[in-house]
């Protein structure tokens, strides 16, 4: 029944990969050789194997036990394996189904993988083959459960605002909101763009007494010079040619919660004076108003400059400074807690896949390329990374073919010292690389750019072990 042209031999990465906690694989076939056979191959990539020889058996199993994988034959005495399918995806929707068949019933195979099958092996199958399928399949499943696991993470920490990390520089920052959100001095968060400033202003407010009152966020940055005390303070009808009637400003309009100044680095220097005033009085006068209105408001502000370096150079006022540097939070790059990745990852998979469809999963070379890169952007260019790689991706795996070329082409060359001499490959290596990220990736324009064919760049790449591991 089955072709014995070679003996199983041991997939040492498979097995290294699963020596830990086995994937427990049940095999449902009515011919003992075939049994023995299979449980051989799955042992020797490091499952642990069970094997019955009817479905009634491998149901009984199934209730009582945890299968990852379920190994059957299409043709079973008295129920067959599409039943079996059927009742297993029942008790255990989560276990990953692979079906044996002949030659001749190939179309049932095909049906059963659109009923929920992972995959189907076609008897007589050759031992590779069939390694090769059970090793791929429990991947998907360890990616199922690695995933499964992180969502539970993320739901175990509930009250961040949508910050992400299990990392022991999140928790130092996870601890300092629970100190702070708790007062009302103002606070300093201190971070490079992109990694979840407001995130934390928004969790100091929302997990504080003053949670049932208006959050106002202002970007300084990205306000035009001239509008920005008008926008803080508010004015009066008549203040200014335009002024048809009065508004209110920011920091009365945030009466009684919290006014979060991002990027309070790039505030001119005479509206940092005036700040500082409305910090010190607790009162704000509205442009062209004689009149000061008390204000009861809580100030959080942020920016990725370096504040004391500005202060030096006259940039920014160094009494407001001591203010508003009351408490500093200090959010990490995510260079620096490249262990978040992976929760990240799962969180924006789930933010970004369809909400009729399965939650997207990711490869392990994938994630590799995602953690290996040094994200200059930050959280913010990661979400993007991975909403393009869902966007523009096929399929309920993304591999490094569906991440941005910066990742599947990475710079990891060293630049050569003055005068040295590089072999011709290496050379070769570089311009191929160079040309490929210039192009996206795009391989035929990258081939026509260095002038050689498509199937020359291909061997290149192979040669270089620069080509993607899935495509």
Request: hydrophobic share 40%; charged share 30%; with cysteine.
């Amino acid at each position: 029944m089955f072709v014995p042209q070679e003996r199983p031999s041991v997939s040492e990465e498979a097995a290294v990969r699963r020596a830990a906690v086995p994937m427990n694989i049940l095999i449902v076939d009515d011919e003992q050789a075939i049994r023995e056979t299979c449980a051989a191959v799955a042992e020797q990539s490091g499952m642990k194997a069970f094997s019955v020889a009817t479905a009634e058996e491998a149901l009984e199993l199934l209730e009582h036990s945890a299968i990852d994988i379920l190994l059957t034959d299409l043709k079973l005495p008295r129920t067959n394996g599409i039943e079996l399918l059927k009742l297993a995806q029942e008790l255990h929707p989560e276990v990953a189904v692979v079906v044996l068949t002949q030659y001749g019933t190939i179309e049932s195979a095909v049906e059963v993988t659109r009923m929920g099958a992972a995959d189907y092996v076609t008897k007589p199958f050759r031992i590779e083959e069939l390694r090769s399928r059970l090793e791929r399949v429990a991947r998907a499943v360890e990616l199922q459960q690695e995933n499964r696991l992180l969502r539970e993470q993320l739901r175990a920490r509930p009250g961040f605002g949508g910050l992400i990390g299990v990392s022991m520089k999140m928790e130092r920052v996870y601890k300092m909101i629970e100190k702070v959100s708790q007062h009302e001095y103002p606070v300093l968060i201190l971070g490079e763009s992109g990694t979840g400033k407001e995130l934390v202003a928004r969790s100091i407010h929302f997990s504080g007494p003053r949670k049932d009152r208006p959050f106002a966020p202002v970007d300084c940055s990205a306000l035009v010079p001239t509008l920005i005390e008008s926008e803080l303070f508010g004015y009066v009808k008549g203040a200014f040619t335009g002024a048809m009637q009065a508004k209110q400003g920011l920091l009365e309009a945030a009466q009684g919660g919290t006014l979060f100044l991002d990027e309070i680095g790039d505030l001119p220097v005479d509206l940092q004076a005036k700040l500082l005033r409305v910090l010190q009085e607790r009162e704000v006068k509205p442009v062209g108003s004689t009149e000061r209105r008390q204000i009861n408001v809580r100030i959080i502000a942020a920016t990725n400059r370096d504040l004391e370096t500005a202060i030096r150079n006259g940039a920014f006022r160094q009494d407001l400074y001591f203010r508003l540097n009351v408490v500093q939070v200090k959010l990490p790059p995510l260079r620096d807690r490249k262990s978040d990745i992976p929760i990240l990852v799962t969180s924006f998979l789930e933010k970004f896949s369809d909400p009729q469809g399965p939650v997207r999963t990711i490869a392990e070379e994938a994630m590799r390329r995602l953690i290996a890169y040094d994200w200059p952007g930050n959280v913010r260019e990661l979400e993007n990374a991975i909403e393009r790689a869902v966007a523009l991706g096929s399929g309920p795996i993304l591999h490094v073919a569906d991440l941005p070329s910066n990742l599947q082409y990475p710079t990891t060359e060293r630049a050569p010292e003055k005068d040295e001499i590089l072999p011709l490959e290496e050379l070769e290596r570089r311009a191929i690389l160079r040309t490929l990220r210039e192009t996206g990736g795009d391989k035929l324009s990258a081939a026509r750019m260095l002038g050689i064919g498509k199937t020359t760049l291909y061997r290149k790449l192979k040669q270089y072990h620069m080509e993607p591991a899935e495509q």
